[in-house]
């Protein structure tokens, strides 16, 4: 079923958009609850994270403040996603995101880690960062080494990449959320 004028609705105070839609829920293997609220659309300032990710990983992401991380639904349940995102009302590019506790590193707060499929020649803490998340790609996992979970890793991005590739995908590229500049 298509809603036709799906409500975009802002969370006073969190940073956080909340698009609400029905949407015919596919058998991909996607969890229900959190196909329910997709897309789903975030913003927050970027702050420094445990620097895992460019450092150790090889796949530097932009982090939420705890606030952002907070204010999503329960449905969005801890998992790696996929969508896009763009930094100082920037251009709009595909991402991978962790919302969740990252088992291997054992992680006791919830973060929301996002790894833009493009790269950036300077710092973007303090920037603004827009996501719209719009695919639940798998659960989130523990791994028994480093190079496991660098594959996972490779295999998502590769995941995302063809899934943001389809049209029904690629108009949130476009989405007026990204090129409001405010609430």
């Not at 799906?6 to 196909?35: A, D, K, N």
């Not at 403040?65 to 251009?91: H, K």
Request: some cysteine.
């Amino acid at each position: 079923m298509i809603l036709r004028q799906p409500l975009l609705q802002y969370l006073v105070g969190t940073g956080c958009w909340i698009f609400r839609s029905l949407r015919s829920l596919r058998s991909t293997g996607h969890m229900e609850t959190s196909v329910a609220v997709l897309p789903f659309f975030a913003q927050g300032e970027i702050v420094k994270g445990f620097g895992r990710g460019s450092k150790e990983l090889g796949f530097p992401t932009a982090n939420f403040p705890d606030d952002v991380t907070l204010s999503i639904p329960d449905a969005l349940v801890c998992g790696i996603y996929c969508g896009w995102a763009n930094v100082d009302n920037g251009e709009v590019y595909k991402m991978v995101m962790s919302i969740g506790y990252n088992p291997f590193y054992k992680n006791t707060t919830k973060t929301m880690e996002t790894h833009i499929l493009q790269v950036f020649d300077k710092d973007l803490h303090g920037s603004l960062l827009k996501v719209c998340i719009l695919h639940h790609l798998r659960q989130e996992l523990n791994f028994s080494s480093l190079d496991e979970l660098k594959n996972a890793i490779k295999n998502d991005i590769h995941e995302a990449d063809l899934l943001l590739d389809k049209p029904e995908s690629r108009i949130y590229q476009n989405h007026d959320y990204f090129s409001n500049r405010s609430p």
